[in-house]
C-alpha cells in the first residue's frame, strides 16, 4: 500500500501537485461564495437604508 | 433563436437559469475528475521514461488549457461586449479573469513541481510553454489591475475590453518569439516529443480530466457572472424583489 | 456641417499638424524630452557598476542592457503622451475634430517617437562603444532600436490612452504594457548578442521590421477606441 503512495519515489511531487490543484479548486470556490455574498449583503444595507429614510 | 439568445442575456433569467445549470455542471464535472483521478493515479501504467512523475499532466494539461481557453472566452466576450453593447458578456469577461489568473498560476505551479524531478531545476528558462504562461500570468494582472483603477463599471468594461483584444493579438507572437528565443539555446532537450504515442489506459484518464476541470471551470465561471450580475444590477427592481424575498424567506 | 464653412483640411494636412504641434510642444519643455534620455544612459551605467568591469562581462550583458534600459526609458516617457491633452481639454478637441481619431493617434505616436524615440536610438552608439561592441554590432543595434522604438511607441501610446486620467497610472501603464512589450525585447535584444557573436541576424530584424509594420497598422485604432472611452 505505502508502495503504490511513494510513486516510484516521485510521490513528494505528485502528491504535493495534486494537492495544490485541489486547494486552488477550494480557493476559487471559496473566493466566488465570500465574493457573492459581499455583494448580497451590500445589497441588502442599501435596501435596509431606503426603507429607513422613508 | 435570436429570442432564445435574448432571453438568455436578460439579467433576471440568467440569473436563474444560472443558478439551475451550476449544480449539474459540478456534479458531473466532479464525477469525472474523480474518476481521472482515480486511474490516472492508480491504473495508468507508468510512464517508460518519466516513471510516475508523469502523472502529474493530469492536473497540469487541464489547468493549461484553462487557462488559454479563459482568455479566450475572456477576448471573445469582451469583443462581443463592446461591438453588441451586450451588457451580460462584460460580465463574463469581467468574471472570467480572475479564474484564468488561478488556473495560470496552478500551470505554472504543476509545471515546476513536474519540472524538479524531470529537468532537476524548479524554473527552466529555455522552456517556451512556461515562459508563455508567466507573460499570460502577467496579462492577466494587468487586465485585472485596468478594471480595479477605474471606478465606472461600464467604463472599466469597455477599457478592459480594448485592453483584452490587444492581448488577444499578442499572445500569437509573444508564444512565437519566445519559441524562436529557445531555439537558440542548445541542449535543451526534453523528454516530451518522441517516444511513442500514449497508451489508451493514460489517455482517457487524461481526456476525463481536461473534461471534468472543463465543467468545473463552467460552475466557477457561472457562480462568478452570477455574482457580476447582481453587483451590476444592485440598484435594479428585480434585485430588490429578490433580496427582499430571500430575506422574508430567512425570517 | 454647413456648406459655406471651409473645408476641412486634408489628411496628410491632419496628420502633419498634429506632429508639428507636439514637437513643438516638446521644443517648449526641453526637459521632458532629456530627462528620459538621462535615465537610458543612467540605467546602462548602473549596469557595469553593479555586475562589475571586466570587458567580457559587459560584451556579454551589453545587448541585453541596452535594450532593457531603452524599453524602460520609452515607458518613462510614454505616460505624459495624452496627460497633457486630457488635462486643457485639447483631447476633447481631438476626438471632436473632423479629421479621423486614428490618424491623430498615428499622429501623436510619431510624434513622440520623433522627440522621444529618435533621440535614443542616436544616444545608443555612444553606450554601445563603452559597452565594447563592435562597428558591426553597433551598426544592427541602431536598426533594432529604429524598428523597435517605433513599436513600443505605438503599443504603448494604446497604453497611455487606456490609462489617461487615471489615479497611479504610470505603474499601471507599465504593467499593462511591459508583456505586450516582451517580443519586441525579446528579438531586440536576442538579435544584437546575435551579431555580437558574429550569426546571421536577419530573422531578427525582419522580424522586428513586421511587427512594426503591424503595430503601425492596428495599434492607431486600439488607440482612437481607448481614447473615446478614456474621455467619456
Not at chain 2, 471573445?76 to 468574471?95: E, N
Request: proline share 5%; net charge neutral; with cysteine.
Amino acid at each position: 500500500m505505502s508502495e503504490l503512495f511513494a510513486m516510484g519515489n516521485y510521490g513528494v511531487f505528485v502528491w504535493s501537485s495534486f494537492g495544490l490543484t485541489l486547494i486552488v479548486l477550494l480557493v476559487c470556490i471559496a473566493q466566488g461564495n465570500w465574493h457573492h455574498a459581499a455583494v448580497l449583503r451590500d445589497i441588502k444595507t442599501r435596501i435596509r437604508a431606503m426603507e429607513l429614510d422613508k | 433563436m435570436w429570442k432564445f439568445l435574448h432571453k438568455l442575456a436578460s439579467p433576471p433569467h440568467f440569473y436563474d437559469l444560472s443558478a439551475k445549470m451550476i449544480p449539474w455542471f459540478a456534479i458531473i464535472g466532479g464525477i469525472f475528475i474523480m474518476y481521472g483521478t482515480i486511474a490516472g493515479l492508480f491504473f495508468a501504467p507508468p510512464d517508460y521514461q518519466q516513471g510516475d512523475a508523469f502523472r502529474i499532466i493530469y492536473v497540469h494539461v487541464p489547468a493549461a488549457y484553462l487557462s488559454m481557453m479563459a482568455y479566450m472566452i475572456m477576448a471573445i466576450s469582451a469583443g462581443i461586449g463592446l461591438i453588441w453593447r451586450i451588457k451580460l458578456s462584460h460580465a463574463v469577461a469581467a468574471a472570467a479573469a480572475p479564474l484564468g489568473a488561478w488556473f495560470t498560476f496552478l500551470a505554472l505551479a504543476t509545471g515546476m513541481i513536474w519540472g524538479r524531478p524531470m529537468w532537476g531545476t524548479w524554473w527552466e528558462w529555455g522552456d517556451p510553454r512556461m515562459m508563455s504562461e508567466l507573460i499570460m500570468l502577467f496579462l492577466y494582472f494587468g487586465y485585472m489591475a485596468l478594471r480595479a483603477a477605474i471606478d465606472d463599471t461600464v467604463k472599466a468594461d469597455k477599457a478592459s475590453a480594448v485592453l483584452a483584444i490587444v492581448g488577444a493579438v499578442n499572445i500569437p507572437i509573444i508564444h512565437f518569439s519566445v519559441e524562436w528565443w529557445n531555439s537558440l539555446h542548445q541542449g535543451s532537450t526534453l523528454l516530451r516529443d518522441g517516444g511513442p504515442a500514449m497508451p489508451a489506459e493514460m489517455l482517457y484518464p487524461l481526456l476525463a480530466m481536461i473534461f471534468g476541470f472543463t465543467l468545473i471551470f463552467g460552475a466557477l465561471l457561472l457562480g462568478r457572472v452570477r455574482t457580476e450580475v447582481l453587483f451590476r444590477e444592485r440598484r435594479s427592481r428585480w434585485v430588490r424583489n429578490l433580496v427582499c424575498a430571500q430575506e422574508g424567506r430567512n425570517e | 456641417m454647413n456648406e459655406r464653412e471651409s473645408e476641412p483640411p486634408g489628411l496628410s494636412q491632419g496628420l502633419s499638424s498634429i506632429v508639428r504641434r507636439d514637437i513643438l510642444l516638446a521644443w517648449k519643455r526641453p526637459g521632458d524630452v532629456l530627462n528620459p534620455l538621462f535615465f537610458f544612459a543612467m540605467v546602462s551605467t548602473l549596469f557595469p557598476l553593479a555586475t562589475g568591469p571586466s570587458a567580457a562581462q559587459l560584451a556579454f550583458s551589453g545587448p541585453g542592457v541596452v535594450w532593457v534600459a531603452a524599453l524602460l526609458a520609452m515607458l518613462l516617457s510614454l505616460n505624459s503622451l495624452f496627460l497633457s491633452d486630457f488635462e486643457d481639454g485639447s483631447l476633447d478637441q481631438l476626438i471632436l475634430s473632423p479629421q479621423p481619431l486614428p490618424l491623430l493617434s498615428l499622429g501623436k505616436a510619431i510624434a513622440h517617437w520623433l522627440v522621444n524615440g529618435l533621440p535614443l536610438v542616436l544616444v545608443s552608439p555612444l553606450i554601445g562603444v563603452s559597452f565594447q561592441m563592435s562597428g558591426q554590432t553597433i551598426t544592427v543595434m541602431l536598426l533594432t532600436l529604429f524598428f523597435g522604438t517605433i513599436s513600443l511607441s505605438l503599443l504603448g501610446s494604446i497604453g497611455a490612452a487606456l490609462t489617461v486620467g487615471l489615479h497611479r497610472g504610470t505603474a499601471l501603464l507599465s504593467l499593462l504594457i511591459l508583456p505586450l512589450a516582451m517580443p519586441v525585447l525579446i528579438f531586440g535584444a536576442r538579435t544584437v548578442s546575435l551579431a555580437a557573436n558574429d550569426t546571421a541576424v536577419s530573422a531578427g530584424i525582419y522580424f522586428l521590421a513586421a511587427y512594426c509594420m503591424l503595430a503601425l497598422t492596428l495599434a492607431p485604432f486600439a488607440t482612437a477606441a481607448a481614447l473615446r472611452i478614456s474621455n467619456e
